[in-house]
């Protein structure tokens, strides 16, 4: 489990990795298996407030493209530290 102090909506917040599959992961299985993506690692994760609560009213906050947004910068973080 990871926690990273991220923005959501420019709001500060903690985005805690719940579960991570790291990319190559992903190319190995996806060549045996469709349903894994092929472009990237991809995981799980939820948004917490800054004391580490659960934050659903942030959550419903997010749009497609802050979404994607805030997925690359998961994606950042947990395949290159």
């Not at 990319?23 to 060549?31: G, H, L, Y």
């Not at 469709?34 to 659960?54: H, M, V």
């Not at 419903?60 to 947004?69: F, I, N, V």
Request: hydrophobic residues 35%; contains cysteine.
């Amino acid at each position: 489990m990871t926690d990273l102090e991220l923005r959501v909506c420019g709001i500060p917040c903690l985005v805690r990795v719940t579960n991570w599959v790291p990319w190559t992961a992903c190319r190995v299985t996806a060549e045996a298996d469709d349903s894994y993506p092929e472009d990237g690692g991809y995981g799980d994760w939820e948004i917490l407030d800054l004391k580490a609560r659960p934050a659903p009213w942030l959550a419903r906050k997010l749009t497609p493209d802050t979404r994607a947004e805030l997925e690359q910068e998961i994606f950042n973080h947990m395949e290159n530290h």
